[in-house]
């Protein structure tokens, strides 16, 4: 089963807070457009900005104007309808022009919710701020600040973030809970850098 966002109420930057409720869905089975707040948005938002369409810093799971800029801007490229109305037609072209590259690493989980901890990324995002952020800590040498990686059980994430600890093959993945950070523990995984 695949997440969905149900929207609950208002936070900084004009952005909303929601809840997460149980539905199945595929990036592209459905149509999103402005006003949605999806687990298919952040697949949405990772590969725009992995071609260079959505300029935000990190994917938010929320479809405003930034999401709908990058759309109708990647429409307009690439000679589709223009709606700012990611359907089918936009999917399908999505799929076509995205380029993959596997890797495995060492993966671990942090928070921003614990004493000390600033929430401030290394390329300035406040997760505070944006506690539904998908960001990765990445080292830079591996893994390009601001590269968009496909984490399985996590979703899509941009590497936004550094760690001391983050040397090699390791990705640290950003969780609003200190729970959730605790439960994601220690693993190998094979993720997905998306160009």
């Not at 006003?35 to 590969?47: F, I, P, R, S, T």
Request: some cysteine.
């Amino acid at each position: 089963m695949i997440k969905k966002w149900v929207i609950t109420g208002a936070l900084a930057f004009g952005m909303l807070v929601s809840a997460p409720v149980s539905g199945l869905a595929a990036m592209g089975d459905h149509t999103l457009r402005p006003g949605v707040w999806d687990n298919d948005v952040y697949e949405l938002q990772g590969k725009l900005k992995a071609m260079g369409y959505f300029d935000f810093a990190v994917t938010t799971g929320y479809y405003g104007s930034v999401t709908k800029q990058a759309v109708v801007n990647y429409q307009r490229a690439k000679g589709l309808s223009v709606d700012g109305i990611a359907g089918p037609q936009t999917f399908n072209s999505i799929q076509s022009n995205i380029q993959r590259k596997g890797m495995t690493v060492e993966s671990t989980a942090y928070t921003a919710n614990c004493e000390g901890c600033s929430g401030t990324t290394a390329n300035g995002t406040n997760l505070k701020e944006i506690p539904y952020a998908k960001v990765i800590a990445v080292d830079p040498k591996v893994i390009p600040m601001g590269s968009v990686v496909y984490v399985p059980g996590y979703g899509y994430a941009v590497a936004a973030d550094t760690g001391g600890a983050i040397k090699g093959n390791k990705i640290d993945v950003y969780m609003k809970n200190h729970s959730d950070a605790v439960n994601w523990g220690r693993k190998n995984i094979n993720i997905t850098i998306v160009n």
